[in-house]
């Protein structure tokens, strides 16, 4: 796990609006034995992600005084040192590529398939203005979300390998990214209900890993999503 000493910053007691399916209370002292009751009939990913939840600090949402997406570096970077660059890399990934820029020794992803995630959509990528957007790379833990919950507290270091990371990076639906803005799983899940198991597994999993926070709210609904929607 990513940690580094900092000193304590102020934190709102507040927790953001809940989504339609409310959420249960923050979570109770006994909230890792509820939570290992609960992975009992769950299957082995779901299980391993209540495990980590239930590491997963509850605090209130730090201010957002100071973000800003140049903190996490400028621009997208080449974490894996492989010629390209992060948001590439995820498009080779995710699509069905159907063809790359001549001289980029299948760096720059020109055209290919998405099958949405967040949506269920299938969408044609072709790369250019007008057209790039149709196709995002979402920070599946937003950059702003992090900051609010302890990515203050990381390194510039970190802070740049946490927004390429392939584990916090899905290529998806551009409209639909849009619309999630920096919410956290209290606030906002994708349309396409079956890909929410992955969706709150992978939160949890990069939270965990950078050593940030959940809100009560979130932690909260977390724990729902993996419980009632993993099998």
Known sequence: MIRSEAPPIEIYSEAPTPIATPAESARPSSATASTAQDAENL????????????????KGRAPKTGYDRDLFGSGWGD??????DARNDILARDLVVHSFQDGTGDCVV???TLNDPYTGKSIQF??????????????????????????????????????NDPLNLLAVDGP?????????????????????????????????????????????????????NCT
């Open 43 to 58: 299957g082995e990913e779901a299980t391993g992600a209540l495990e980590l939840l239930a590491e997963v600090p509850v």
């Open 79 to 84: 974490p894996d040192r492989n010629g390209c």
């Open 110 to 112: 020109l055209t290919g």
């Open 126 to 163: 072709q790369r250019g203005q007008g057209t790039s957007n149709a196709v995002q790379i979402d920070h599946v833990v937003a950059l702003s979300d992090a900051w609010q919950k302890g990515a203050q507290q990381l390194s510039v270091v970190e802070r740049q390998e946490f927004a």
């Open 176 to 228: 639909t990214n849009a619309s999630k803005g920096d919410s956290d799983a209290a606030t906002w899940l994708p349309p396409e209900r079956g890909y929410w198991c992955d969706y709150v597994t992978r939160q949890v999993e990069v939270k965990h890993k950078y050593g940030l926070w959940m809100t009560g709210a979130e932690h909260a609904a977390s724990e729902r999503i993996l419980s009632e």
